[in-house]
């Protein structure tokens, strides 16, 4: 089993409507979690921490379930802007380096 | 901050040739990542320094490759003989094990095409 594992997609979605992608990662002693973007020909960049608790930055809300092993994104009200590859990404421990999955690629359509 | 400094941004070579890939990190950041991405496999972790130190290098795929960071502001990754399969963009990421010590802050990468 991969250490993180997202859907490729590509989901292509309408402007203003809700989307929402999932990962799950194997190891079950990670420590800490967040979403990066990526946008095409560019690096990756961070989005947003994911807390146990479900937290909200604007349209883009992260949760994650321990029990499942289960980290989630979603995105409200899409914008054209928010084409890009969102990454799933966990660290396993400390000062461990970030353990990346290999994205979920998404297009919002005009 | 001019964040992570990578060089050359585009590199076109010839089979068996030898690339040197470059990276200068951000300013006080003691960890120092590289990383390969393609479609096929995502972004993997070549090697990584902590205190200009490489603590796992398991990541390097053969010989061919090799790292260094002779000093915190500067690091190479060479690849000797380079061959077509290694075509792919060469991330370099750093971080601090301050308070933020979870985000890694990624260069603009090299992307790398061997003919």
């Known amino acids: 089993r991969k250490e993180v594992e997202q859907d490729p997609g590509p989901f292509n979605v309408p402007e203003g409507a809700t989307v929402a992608f999932n990962c799950t990662y194997s190891n079950s002693a990670s420590q800490s979690f967040f979403w990066y973007r990526q946008d095409c020909r560019k690096e990756p960049k961070l989005l947003m921490s994911?807390?146990?608790s479900g937290n909200e930055d604007g349209r883009f809300t992260a949760q994650l379930n321990r029990a499942s092993q289960y980290i989630s994104l979603l995105i409200r009200d899409s914008k054209l802007s928010d084409s890009a590859t969102y990454l799933c990404?966990?660290?396993?421990?400390?000062?461990?380096?970030?353990?990346f999955g290999k994205g979920t690629r998404l297009s919002v359509i005009a | 901050d001019a964040g992570v400094i990578q060089s050359p941004r585009h590199e076109v070579t010839e089979m068996g040739q030898e690339v040197t890939l470059r990276c200068k990190p951000i300013?006080?950041?003691?960890?120092l990542f590289w990383y390969r991405q393609t479609m096929m496999r995502g972004l993997e972790l070549l090697i990584y320094f902590n205190n200009n130190v490489p603590i796992d290098d398991s990541g390097m795929p053969e010989d061919r490759f090799s790292a260094k960071m002779p000093n915190a502001s500067f690091s190479t990754l060479k690849i000797q003989p380079s061959e077509p399969r290694d075509s792919a963009v060469y991330f370099c990421?750093?971080?601090?094990?301050?308070?933020?010590?979870?985000?890694?802050?990624f260069g603009p990468g090299t992307r790398l095409t061997v003919l």
């Open positions: 300013s006080g950041h003691d960890y």
């Open positions: 990404v966990v660290n396993p421990s400390g000062n461990t380096p970030l353990v």
């Open positions: 994911v807390y146990s």
């Open positions: 990421a750093s971080r601090t094990t301050g308070i933020s010590y979870n985000e890694q802050f």
